[in-house]
DNA sequence: AACCTCATCAACCGCTCATGT
DNA sequence: TACATGAGCGGTTGATGAGGT
């Protein structure tokens, strides 16, 4: 397929004078074949990048600067990482977004590599659909608390999980304990059903079993005690002192360097979210009434935006949903 | 089998910034 | 200082394939 298009600039010899003008030009674009590859790589690994317009004409090909450019930076390159993004390179994408915002090139240097195209691709495919999910802007404070106190903690605990069955034979610790009541009471007698333990927090599930939507007032009456919660509440007052370092000036090995790791040594801690918003003042972080929310209007906030029929249970890829498949067998046993 | 819908991702576009003259 | 040019960034588009009906 050969689709041909304007450039925006003529060309000119060193004397300035006009060679070809954009009329003339006969640029292709769109899908770039395998002799364009080819052409471009062998170039690059003669000469060497940079000065990509006169690098086009020089290699032969018919392309924009612009156009080799990305090419070789998105695909091209050897050092391209391909594939899916992992559960870490999730938890990176999150938080470094939560941090910097589109900046994706900026977040795409502490991903080596991968593009700030793909990274890019990654958020709006996959993050805003779960905005899209909750109903509310990906630029919401809703979706950024339950990303921050939903999405990222579930991540870590995932990537613990599989670091552990990596690293025994035996079954990954279960970051939910069996036991607990399946139905809580607010003060306002809103009950709710279908909550999991979540890192030794109770997180209210979707399904809420109430004939009033308004959470005026109420919070959950019960906290849950986990192996890992064990230690938070006493341990973990000690650790808020670990912090990542200001935004600025993080190069790549410093971030990991400074995101707190747990007991794995190789996964970032859990208890960093919650640490990290106790630093922002949410000091009922670990002890909230419902253990999601830092703060009863948060947890407000996020509920009452709640619509009761979002589809949070999907099948299909368990790598970013909210509810994967272990979580849907818990659920159904506490309900039981 | 044909059609439709949706997710993904490569590629393009327009803009800004940096640098050279 | 002003202008031209190249490089890079973020937003958007469109081709493609997978899955559903």
Redesign the pocket.
Known sequence: ?EVK?RV??SI?NNN?TLIQSEDEMDL?????TVDEDLALINYIANNGE?????LARSAGLKRT???C???WL??LRPDVRRGNITLEEQLLILELHSRWG?????IAQYLPGRT???I???W???VQ?HAKQLKCDVNSKQFKDAMRYLWMPRLVERIQAAAASTATATTASPAFSAGANTTVTANNNTTYNNFEVHSGNMMLAPTIMSNNNNFGGSHVTQSYTTPENSSNGTASSDSFGTQVSPVSDLTHQDYYNNVPVGSNNNVPNPDYYYQQAHQLGFSDCITSPSGMFPTQEMEMDYFNSMDPNTPWIQSG?TTDNFWNVDNMLLFQQLNM
């Not at 940079?50 to 006169?54: D, Y």
């Not at 589109?102 to 900026?106: I, T």
């Open positions: 397929m298009g925006s600039n000119f300035n292709r674009r769109g899908p770039w940079g000065r990509w317009n006169s600067g612009k156009s450019r990305l090419r998105n695909y589109n900046r994706w090139s900026k700030d195209n793909e890019k691709n990654y709006r495919t996959r659909k890829d």
